[in-house]
């Protein structure tokens, strides 16, 4: 053996088991409640399903892309976790789902504890408030992947729903109504582009600036939460045909993925509150409003397709959602989105 590979152990590859272990110990007494009792640390979390008749288990996995870059410069990792089960909750009751449990995935260069608990707060926080569970997750080390601090994040949410309850497009027809639930800005999609826009990478210090048009700093802005629709959901999931979670794709991409493929979505601009960031973006950036339409939610995080006698109840229930379109045959057989 030669003498560059002796005294070589695994903490000084990279990965430090005891940070490791000391780090599972503290994360106990934040996931205490979500974990059956004598679990936690097990290889699996459980889960006990009660309640359903012909359930129908749904999943999805996300994360949040380069925002986390943004929380990661502003020292926000509570709100990372909120973000991460959010957008990822979102993907699953916009077909009629109740969420049941998550797990997470964080992928770091080398443990920072208060970060990561930050991280597994948000979590927590996020999960009580979908009224789901935090029922496992990995924390990996990899030195070798991630360098200079770098990390990632992903999320895994499974949820339920009554076979005959759940949402499918197969109901979308012509003169139904689109219903906008609003974001509060980006949520988690378009970072990338934002990031470049306003250099961000090369100039950090931006994010403490305050711009005008958004009364606030470009850093508060970026770090809003991601919403979730799952409490608005739950109350209209019975009058609602389906809805679009208005992410990465904006709204060209999501709404056709909800469509029977001889409908148009008819979507009148001047119907939408576009909130500010999205003007800023575009004058700063001079990007196409088409681009901006493929990229961002611009104001509108889900898109619920009603028939039309079911609107002015959905729209009592949810105080907040207004009509920004309909549906219309096409002869193409292929959906698109088309903003007037």
Partial sequence: MSDTN????????????????????????????????????NFGGLFEIQGYKNPVLISSTDGIGS???IHSELNQFKSLGIDLVNASVNDIVCIGANPLFFLDYIAVE????????????????????????LVGGETAQMSEVYSNGKFDVAGFIVGIAEKDEIKTKSETAEGDILISLPSNG?????YSLVRKIFDIE?????????????????GTELTKTHISYYNDISKIKNL???SAHITGGGFIENIPRIL?????AIIKADSLAIPPIFNLIQKTGNISIDEMFNVFNMGTGLVIVSS????KKILSLSPKAKIIGHLESNSSNISEVIIK
């Fill in 110 to 133: 080398k443990i920072v504890e208060k970060n990561i608990l930050q991280i597994i707060e948000g979590i927590v926080h996020a999960c009580e408030e979908n009224k789901c569970k």
């Fill in 186 to 190: 980006i949520h988690t999609n378009g």
């Fill in 260 to 264: 029977n493929t001889n409908l148009n």
């Fill in 67 to 69: 925002k986390l870059l």
């Fill in 6 to 41: 002796k005294n070589i152990n695994y903490q000084k590859s990279g990965v430090d088991l005891d940070k490791a272990a000391t780090l599972k110990e503290n994360m106990k007494s934040i996931i205490s409640d979500h974990q059956e009792t004598g679990n936690i640390g």
């Fill in 202 to 218: 090369n100039n950090p210090k931006i994010l403490n600036t305050e711009f005008k048009e958004l009364n606030t700093t470009l």
């Fill in 308 to 311: 039309e006698e079911n609107v």
């Fill in 240 to 242: 609602m045909k389906i």
